[in-house]
Structures are given as structure tokens and as C-alpha cells.
């Protein structure tokens, strides 16, 4: 199962609202990052926060984390057209003696002129 | 700095064959790791390499392999492709890589290369 799961699925909003974004894991982690995608194309990292860090902020971006409630969430103001992606989160996962990377299926965020 | 790149970025093969895709990290990145992405599973770890070494493994069938050289540049392998392996494959470097599961290195990553399996 996925350690990432990001909510909503899909997001529609109109240009200059706020987007916010969630995401749950499972286990503890170390460390979460959250990506954006352009429609099929790689990944762009967008912020990393660490386990002992509750906000972390990077331009328009803002990225809390509850390790209490492992979730965190990735808020987007004043959103352009431009900010049209998927947002992935992902987390640090440790399986069978292999250190991974683990990301959830994204929420695909449609920002309308 | 240039940047991560894949080659190539499209390929079409058929069930039964085999395919190599190229990675070539960010200069001075000694950490690739490889990556699947299909709409069903979405975005899965396949391996990392770190000094020509495979140092972290996804859970992928051994049909899927890598090596990586003294440059850094990383090889994927897929043997006898089946239809699920219809996907886009990407690659991510960093200076550090996945180690001691205390990930505090940003991955970067490259385009990807659409494969398509008939």
C-alpha cells in the first residue's frame, strides 16, 4: 500500500484562490517532500521538511507537518494557471533492509484563468 | 548546471523484447534511482545506484535491472517486456541518495522515457 496518500484527488479553482493539499502515511518517516508534475513530464521538487520541522514556507508554497497525525499538507496562495500539475507527496520508507523513496498517486490541481 | 537527462524520451517495443533506457545524473551527483510511473500504481521505486552500486532495491521481478558506470550515468534493463511494462520510466540523481533512511538530499529528475509495450 501506498505510505503517501494525497487528498483531494483533483482540485479545480479559479486563478487567485488558495489550494491546499493533503497528504497521510502510514509509518514514521524522516523526512517529506512534495513534487510537482507537468502532464508526463518529471518530477520538479518543490520542498522538503523534516520530522522535527512543523511549517516550512518557499515563495507562494507553505508545507505543515503533523507527525502526530502523519499528515501533511501543501498550501498554494494566490494560485496562476501555471500551477497547474499533479502534486505528489512523498516520504522515506525502509523495506527489506532497502531505503525507498514513497510516493502517493497525487492530486491533480487545475488552475481556470 | 545541466541538468538530469534520459534517452531516449519515446520508445515503442513489443511483448517478449528487451529495452535499455540511459540516465545521466546532474555533474557530480553519485546517486540515480529509477522510477515507474503507470495511472494504475502510480509512481514506484524500482532501484538506486550510488558509486556503481545498487545500494537500494525496489520490489520489481529481477526482469528489471540496472548497472551504473564510473561517470555516474545509469542503465536501466527490461527483459522480455510484457504489456504491463508500459509506462514512464524516470530517473532521479542527487549527491547523497537514499542513505541511512535520513533522506535529507533533494532528488532531481529527468524527463522520463515513455515506453510503450504492444
Known amino acids: 500500500s501506498q505510505q503517501g496518500e494525497e487528498d483531494p484527488q483533483a482540485l479545480s479553482i479559479q486563478e487567485g484562490e488558495n489550494a491546499t493539499m493533503n497528504c497521510s502515511y502510514k509509518?514514521?518517516?524522516?523526512?517529506l517532500q512534495w513534487y510537482r508534475q507537468n502532464s508526463g513530464r518529471g518530477l520538479v521538487h518543490l520542498i522538503l521538511?523534516?520530522?522535527?520541522?512543523r511549517e516550512k514556507h518557499s515563495g507562494r508554497l507553505r508545507v505543515t507537518l503533523d507527525t502526530s497525525k502523519k499528515s501533511s499538507s501543501l498550501l498554494i496562495t494566490a494560485s496562476r494557471a501555471a500551477d497547474t500539475a499533479s502534486y505528489f507527496c512523498?516520504?522515506?520508507?525502509?523495506?527489506?533492509?532497502?531505503?525507498?523513496?514513497?510516493f502517493g498517486k497525487g492530486t491533480k490541481l487545475t488552475v481556470n484563468p | 548546471k545541466a541538468g538530469v537527462t534520459q534517452t531516449p524520451r519515446y520508445l515503442i517495443k513489443t511483448r517478449g523484447q528487451q529495452v535499455t533506457l540511459s540516465c545521466s545524473p546532474i555533474?557530480?551527483?553519485?546517486?540515480v534511482s529509477w522510477y515507474q510511473q503507470t495511472p494504475g500504481q502510480g509512481l514506484q521505486f524500482l532501484f538506486e545506484?550510488?558509486?556503481?552500486?545498487?545500494?537500494n532495491k525496489g520490489n520489481f521481478p529481477g526482469r528489471f535491472s540496472g548497472r551504473q558506470f564510473s561517470n555516474s550515468r545509469s542503465e536501466m534493463n527490461v527483459s522480455t517486456l510484457e504489456l504491463g511494462d508500459s509506462a514512464l520510466y524516470l530517473c532521479?540523481?542527487?549527491?547523497?541518495?537514499?542513505?541511512?533512511?535520513?533522506?535529507?538530499?533533494?532528488?532531481?529528475f529527468g524527463p522520463g522515457t515513455r515506453l510503450t509495450v504492444l
Open positions: 532521479a540523481s542527487s549527491f547523497l541518495g537514499l542513505a541511512g533512511g535520513f533522506i535529507t538530499d533533494t532528488q532531481y
Open positions: 509509518t514514521s518517516i524522516n523526512n
Open positions: 521538511i523534516r520530522s522535527n520541522e
Open positions: 512523498a516520504t522515506d520508507a525502509r523495506q527489506g533492509g532497502s531505503e525507498k523513496l514513497v
Open positions: 555533474s557530480g551527483h553519485r546517486s
Open positions: 545506484y550510488f558509486s556503481e552500486t545498487q545500494r
